[in-house]
Nanobody, 121 residues
Framework: VQLQASGGGLVQTGGSLRLSCAASGRTLSSVAWFRQAPGKEREFVAAISWGGGSPVYEDSVRGRFTISRDNAKNTVYLQMNSLKPEDTAVYYC?????????????????WGQGTLVTVSS
């Protein structure tokens, strides 16, 4: 399985970006977005499962970010609105072959290369 993340860039505070994570090789059962800011550990952002149930969000992004999927394109999106400087990080998508959503990066088997999001103040 290969994951290709894209859509990062430079945006001003309050702006929006949409990240994409395109999967090839196999259909994943759940996909998550993580992010890693300079000098910090990688943290969970959001996840969605093909097994049903609601997406899961980290508290600081709930209400601002929306994760969604396009089954036909085997792609997961992360719509990020009302961006803040503290959202600046490299964003990674990750996938696993189980339907259950996990918040721990170690539970994901497949990773994209990361895309940089920079929010200027």
């Amino acid at each position: 399985v290969q994951l290709q993340a894209s859509g990062g860039g430079l945006v001003q505070t309050g702006g929006s970006l949409r990240l994409s994570c395109a999967a090839s090789g196999r259909t994943l059962s759940s996909v998550a977005w993580f992010r890693q800011a300079p000098g910090k550990e990688r943290e969970f952002v959001a996840a969605i499962s093909w097994g049903g149930g609601s997406p899961v969000y980290e508290d600081s992004v709930r209400g601002r970010f929306t994760i969604s999927r396009d089954n036909a394109k085997n792609t997961v999106y992360l719509q990020m609105n009302s961006l803040k400087p503290e959202d600046t990080a490299v964003y990674y998508c990750a996938g696993r072959l189980l339907y259950s959503i996990r918040l721990n990066a170690g539970q994901y088997d497949y990773w994209g290369q990361g895309t940089l999001v920079t929010v200027s103040s």
